[in-house]
């Protein structure tokens, strides 16, 4: 499994932090990203960010430890040809269809 940093920004969503983006890639090729954001301190390190991004908590109560090591276990789901063509899912006629915002109405 690798562990990369994705991104290190200043946040666009929450004043006066830092997103830290983490991109984690197991060996079969499956991949989870996450992000936090940390408050801005003054002479603190790209390192110290990171750290800390690593040992915060998320708004699903866990660090980013612990979703790696919750993702480092999970197991994709067999589905068969069969099960897939038996979960066909209808899709409202809306769906992909352009629209006019002052219009109101469907391109």
């Keep these: 499994m690798k562990v990369k940093i994705k991104s290190y ?3 666009t969503k929450v ?3 830092m997103r830290v983006g983490f991109e984690v890639i197991r060996d079969d090729g499956e991949i989870l990203y996450i992000d936090r954001h940390i408050q801005k301190v003054t002479d603190k390190s790209e390192e110290d960010y990171i750290d800390d991004a690593y040992k915060a908590k998320g708004r699903n109560g866990k660090t980013v430890k612990d979703e790696i090591d919750d993702f480092e276990i999970w197991e994709k789901p067999n589905i068969s040809i069969q099960q897939q063509k038996e979960e ?3 899709v409202a006629s809306a ?6 915002v002052s219009k109101k109405i469907f391109k």
């Design 88 to 90: 066909k899912v209808e």
């Design 9 to 11: 920004e200043d946040s």
């Design 95 to 100: 769906v992909g269809k352009e629209w006019d």
């Design 15 to 17: 004043e006066n932090h």
